[in-house]
């Protein structure tokens, strides 16, 4: 029923910076959670933030607090990534996803939609 499309994704150096995008086809309902979660090859697909669609509460993984901002905007229907101070260790595919009424916001497996996936890669 959700479709979401991504966008942003590109090759950065290390310290540079990149905004990813998440769009949902259809009008954002207010009981929706939306997560950023991240896979590198060979690894599992790994929590990065979250955002509650109603109020715009969020959580992050420590691996990026004070790093990446995650934000909503209600008028273009869109979830943002903003990542600065960008690491070769956050070179990965990142995936947003949606899910509505969830509570534990940090485990994939609760989320039921998923964006296709945008490649990050960060260079030395």
């Given amino acids: 029923q959700v479709q979401l499309v991504e966008s942003g994704g590109g090759l950065v150096r290390a310290g540079g910076s990149l905004t990813l995008s998440c769009a949902a086809s259809g ?13 590198a ?18 959580l992050y ?11 909503r905007d209600n008028a273009r229907n869109l979830v943002d990534l903003q990542m600065n101070s960008l690491k070769p260790e956050d070179t990965a595919v990142y995936y947003c996803a949606a899910a509505e009424r969830i509570v534990a916001v940090t485990i994939a497996d609760n989320y039921d939609y998923w964006g296709q996936g945008t490649q990050v890669t960060v260079s030395s």
């Fill in 27 to 39: 009008p954002p309902c207010s009981s929706y959670s939306v997560g950023w979660f991240r896979q």
């Fill in 61 to 71: 993984a420590d691996s990026v607090k004070g790093r990446f901002t995650t934000s």
């Fill in 41 to 58: 090859p060979g690894k599992v697909r790994e929590f990065v933030a979250a955002i509650n669609w109603s109020g715009g509460g969020t």
